[in-house]
């Protein structure tokens, strides 16, 4: 299997990995916020999996699909949102993943599916998503690890240590943080979950016992 190949399956698998750890949690979300586009999209996954909920899918400016207005400010909503029953399917907004176009505490769920935070502005990205959360929300998030494959993929990657993720998320003040660590064929995925805040509300969000590993193969 080429290095490409073997890259697109594992990527393919860490969102799968992090879809199915939704389903560890009593989840009745009104906003959920994705780092990325991916999981945003995949006919199985966030508008599924929360039919209910707004969802917004925030990629850094250029890389994304832009429906928004200067500033930051939704068009999607903007123009439809006083539609009696108006859903979009996902809203997308272009912003940096370190000044996010969200109210402090207004968010229920973050996912972050293949974010390389460097370790230059690790701590800023998780201050970020931190702020936008409501105290016991959730976050999710996968990153290849320092053990992936040196290919051209990753040839100018700053890959982070599951160590030094978790006491970024203390600094951060996130709790209960779970890491587990996966070999996808070449890559290394550090897989995330914590949640916002020192103290859970109970409203939303009721965690079963733990996330369980669960290996998994590229071949």
Known sequence: MSASASLGVATKLAQQELLERLDHFSLAPKLVVEIGSALATRPDGLRQ???RARIVAVTEPGEGRAVVRRGGRLSLRALFGKLPGFRAQVEHVEAPSVNLPFADASVDVVVADCLLAGSDRLDAVLAEVGRILRPGALFLWNTPGPGSRRDQ???????????DIGSALGRAGFAEPVLDVD?????EVIQVAAFAGAQASGEIFVAVDSIGRRSRTSS
Request: avoid cysteine; charged fraction near 30%.
């Open 49 to 51: 999996k929360f039919p």
């Open 153 to 163: 993929a990753y040839a100018r990657t700053d890959f982070i240590d599951m160590h």
């Open 183 to 187: 070999r996808l064929g070449d890559v």
